[in-house]
C-alpha cells in the first residue's frame, strides 16, 4: 500500500505484515474461529489483513489393487486393496464400503476379513471405515477372497468395490461431488479392467465414476474333452471307421 504521495508505507501497517503469508494466517481455513476476523491488533497468528474463503466439496473417490502376486491356483487365497481417497475439503466418517464378490471367488470369514459382513444372497461383502478421514488422507482396508473354479464367464474374476455411503462430520449423509455412491454393481461407468479409466480417481473424459474400480487376476485355464461321435453305440468290428 502506498500513501497519497506515493510512497510505500507497507510496513507501517499497525497490526498486520502486508504479503507475509504466515504460518499463522495459512492456518486459518474458511468457517474456523479466526475466519472473517478483521478486527485483530497484533501481527501473531492470524492477522486481520489475510482471510480465505471457500465452497464446501464432499469428494471421496476408490482404487482397488491386486495384492497377491501370481500365478495363482485354485484354492489360493487372495488379498485384495481397496484404498479411500479423501479429494474434497470436508473430513468424512462411516464411509461404508462395498465389495461385489464376483463367481470366481469364495468369501472367507474371520481373520484378515474379520471387519467384512458378507450377504450369500446377493453375494456382496460390505465394511465400514469409521474414520474420520481428512482432506488429502487416504486408507486401505484388506479383503481376501479364495480363488475357485469356474466354468461361467471370464469374468468371474473381475472383482468390483464401491463406496456404498458416507457421512461429513456432522454425520449427514455427504452429497459427493463427482460420483453416485451405493450398492448397486450395474449402474456405474467406466472401470474396465486394464482400459483408460481403471484405478482412475479423478472422473475426467473417459467418463469414470470414481468411488468404483474393479481388480482382475489373470486365470490361464484350458481343458480337454474327448468322446466318439460315431457310431455312437457298439457293438463294433475290426476294419470300422470311427470319428472322435
Known amino acids: ?41 497484533t501481527k501473531a497468528g492470524d492477522q486481520d ?15 482397488k489393487t491386486v495384492v497377491t502376486g501370481g500365478p495363482y491356483t485354485y484354492g489360493q487365497d487372495i488379498d485384495f486393496k ?59 482396508v484388506t479383503i481376501r477372497l479364495r480363488l475357485i473354479a469356474n466354468a461361467s464367464s471370464s469374468d468371474a474374476y473381475t472383482n468390483f468395490a464401491e463406496i456404498k455411503s458416507a457421512q461429513d462430520s456432522l454425520g449427514v449423509s455427504g452429497n459427493d461431488f463427482d460420483s453416485d455412491p451405493d450398492d448397486d454393481p450395474t449402474n456405474d461407468d ?4 486394464g482400459g483408460p479409466t481403471d484405478d482412475e480417481v479423478t ?3 473417459p467418463v469414470d465414476e470414481d468411488d468404483h474400480d474393479p481388480a482382475i487376476i489373470s486365470i490361464f485355464d484350458l481343458a480337454l474333452l474327448k468322446k466318439l461321435v460315431t457310431p ?3 457293438p463294433y468290428t475290426y476294419g470300422q471307421t470311427h470319428t472322435f
Open 1 to 41: 500500500m502506498q500513501s497519497v504521495n506515493g510512497t510505500d508505507v507497507s510496513a507501517q501497517d499497525v497490526d498486520s505484515d502486508p504479503n507475509g503469508n504466515t504460518p499463522g494466517e495459512t492456518a486459518v481455513t474458511p468457517g474456523s474461529p479466526n475466519d472473517n476476523n478483521i478486527t485483530d491488533i
Open 49 to 63: 489483513d489475510h482471510d480465505p474463503a471457500g465452497v464446501n466439496i464432499f469428494d471421496l473417490a476408490l482404487r
Open 82 to 140: 481397496i484404498t479411500v481417497f479423501n479429494q474434497g475439503n470436508l473430513t468424512a466418517k462411516n464411509i461404508s464400503v462395498v465389495d461385489y464378490v464376483p463367481a470366481g471367488y469364495q468369501f472367507i470369514a474371520g481373520g484378515v476379513n474379520a471387519g467384512w459382513t458378507y450377504s450369500a444372497g446377493n453375494r456382496q461383502a460390505t465394511r465400514t471405515i469409521a474414520g474420520p478421514l481428512t482432506p488429502g488422507q487416504s486408507i486401505d
Open 190 to 193: 467406466g472401470g474396465e479392467p
Open 203 to 205: 472422473k475426467a473424459p
Open 232 to 234: 455312437a453305440t457298439g
